[in-house]
């Protein structure tokens, strides 16, 4: 009971106050009539895209996480270089406020399919259907084209430092042949010992014959100090440290021996022969002292040109890695990118007067109902005063 008598006192309200209701819902209504005038249309044109990545077919120089495909269009399809290629192209259907960068590019969006991860699709909206239209198909095919200048200007970059790569790796692989110089890993990796090659072979053969032609002359030198101490002091032939002679360079010559010296009928005959083979050995010394010479001369030389080709190679080793890593960082990888579908038409996405007017009645009506109460209190707080 009570219900209903507070029912039928609202409804009497609303009846004593119909004329403030109808003003306000006539005032609401035609509004958002005016309003639905007033606002500037809005179209969406849409273009369906397809990316099928694939790897990227490579010397294996690259570890399989290298190797990793990602997606381009994230990145691509909405850019500064995408947006003016358009302008470029269709620069004279747009206005100057359009071709300022940043305007058309705030237009667009990329959106991805839900079910399917290789479609995305470039949707542009603009106040003028056949402006949203050419807009989004201009997107499309420019950023296709984008792709394929990214992609060739990166392949030709990628080609050139392989082959500098590989020419550097082709120089060092041919002057170790021909030196023999390298390095050479024990198992495990954790060190490592020279190679010094067909010339470092002969400069430690040619430094050990050095070795014993030096030891064979201080023998000699020795043997004639002992000569003439024996001569001036009126010694003989055995008192000479003549087991000296006994040198693996002195037998070899077979020129001079123990048995030869003792043959000899003074001092000064013997220290005669031993001063002639101490010449001969000298001069040999000395030969070979600049063979040597020239020898360690042309391997540091050798060591110096292998340090450099191997720095190249390094350089060209890390220049391939770094922009191959660049290239993986920037998902810049080969990708057939298509049109599946172009935009036919720009389909309108507002205002709606219809929906406006409904609208703007429904806030109106709500709102005369409101304004009936707040007329009716003031009303009945006017009376009681």
């Given at each position: 009971m009570e219900f209903e008598l507070n029912a039928q006192y609202y409804l009497d309200v609303v009846l004593r106050q119909w004329k403030v209701v109808l003003v306000v819902f006539i005032v609401a209504t035609l509004a958002a009539l005016a309003v639905s005038f007033i606002q500037e249309p809005t179209y969406e044109a849409t273009v369906s895209m397809m990316e099928q990545t694939y790897d990227y077919v490579d010397?294996?120089?690259?570890?399989?996480?290298?190797?990793?495909?990602?997606?381009?269009?994230?990145?691509?399809?909405?850019?500064?270089?995408?947006?003016?290629?358009?302008?470029?192209?269709?620069?004279?259907?747009?206005?100057?406020?359009?071709?300022?960068?940043?305007?058309?590019?705030?237009?667009?969006?990329?959106?991805?399919?839900?079910?399917?991860?290789?479609?995305?699709?470039?949707?542009?909206?603009?106040?003028?259907?056949?402006?949203?239209?050419?807009?989004?198909?201009?997107?499309?095919?420019?950023?296709?084209?984008?792709?394929?200048?990214?992609?060739?200007?990166?392949?030709?970059?990628?080609?050139?430092?392989?082959?500098?790569?590989?020419?550097?790796?082709?120089?060092?692989?041919?002057?170790?042949?021909?030196?023999?110089?390298?390095?050479?890993?024990?198992?495990?990796?954790?060190?490592?010992?020279?190679?010094?090659?067909?010339?470092?072979?002969?400069?430690?053969?040619?430094?050990?014959?050095?070795?014993?032609?030096?030891?064979?002359?201080?023998?000699?030198?020795?043997?004639?100090?002992?000569?003439?101490?024996?001569?001036?002091?009126?010694?003989?032939?055995?008192?000479?440290?003549?087991?000296?002679?006994?040198?693996?360079?002195?037998?070899?010559?077979?020129?001079?021996?123990?048995?030869?010296?003792?043959?000899?009928?003074?001092?000064d005959d013997a220290i005669q022969l031993l001063q002639s083979e101490e010449s001969a050995i000298s001069g040999t010394v000395d030969q070979l002292h600049a063979e040597v010479g020239q020898l360690q001369q042309e391997l540091a030389q050798d060591q110096l040109e292998l340090e450099r080709v191997t720095r190249e190679r390094d350089l060209a080793e890390s220049a391939y890695k770094a922009l191959s890593d660049q290239m993986q960082e920037s998902s810049i990888f080969l990708a057939n990118t298509q049109i599946l579908s172009t935009a036919a038409r720009a389909r309108p996405l507002g205002p709606d007067p219809k929906l406006n007017v409904i609208f703007g009645a429904a806030l109106g009506l709500a709102g005369g109902v409101v304004a009936a109460f707040a007329m009716q209190y003031v009303q009945d707080v006017r009376k009681k005063r």
């Amino acid at each position: 009971m009570e219900f209903e008598l507070n029912a039928q006192y609202y409804l009497d309200v609303v009846l004593r106050q119909w004329k403030v209701v109808l003003v306000v819902f006539i005032v609401a209504t035609l509004a958002a009539l005016a309003v639905s005038f007033i606002q500037e249309p809005t179209y969406e044109a849409t273009v369906s895209m397809m990316e099928q990545t694939y790897d990227y077919v490579d010397v294996p120089r690259l570890s399989p996480v290298d190797r990793t495909v990602v997606k381009l269009y994230p990145m691509l399809a909405r850019t500064e270089a995408v947006e003016s290629r358009v302008v470029e192209a269709i620069g004279p259907s747009l206005s100057a406020a359009e071709k300022t960068p940043g305007t058309l590019m705030s237009m667009v969006t990329i959106r991805e399919d839900k079910d399917n991860s290789a479609l995305f699709r470039i949707r542009v909206q603009a106040s003028d259907p056949g402006k949203a239209k050419l807009i989004a198909n201009t997107w499309a095919e420019q950023y296709t084209e984008e792709v394929s200048t990214l992609q060739l200007s990166w392949s030709s970059e990628l080609e050139t430092v392989q082959q500098n790569l590989e020419s550097a790796e082709a120089a060092l692989t041919e002057f170790r042949q021909e030196t023999g110089l390298g390095l050479v890993e024990e198992p495990g990796g954790d060190q490592a010992h020279a190679i010094l090659g067909a010339r470092g072979v002969l400069l430690a053969k040619q430094t050990d014959l050095l070795a014993e032609h030096q030891q064979a002359q201080d023998n000699l030198r020795l043997i004639l100090e002992s000569a003439q101490l024996a001569r001036d002091t009126g010694g003989s032939v055995d008192d000479l440290p003549l087991q000296l002679l006994n040198n693996p360079v002195i037998s070899e010559r077979g020129r001079l021996s123990a048995e030869l010296v003792k043959d000899q009928e003074t001092l000064d005959d013997a220290i005669q022969l031993l001063q002639s083979e101490e010449s001969a050995i000298s001069g040999t010394v000395d030969q070979l002292h600049a063979e040597v010479g020239q020898l360690q001369q042309e391997l540091a030389q050798d060591q110096l040109e292998l340090e450099r080709v191997t720095r190249e190679r390094d350089l060209a080793e890390s220049a391939y890695k770094a922009l191959s890593d660049q290239m993986q960082e920037s998902s810049i990888f080969l990708a057939n990118t298509q049109i599946l579908s172009t935009a036919a038409r720009a389909r309108p996405l507002g205002p709606d007067p219809k929906l406006n007017v409904i609208f703007g009645a429904a806030l109106g009506l709500a709102g005369g109902v409101v304004a009936a109460f707040a007329m009716q209190y003031v009303q009945d707080v006017r009376k009681k005063r």
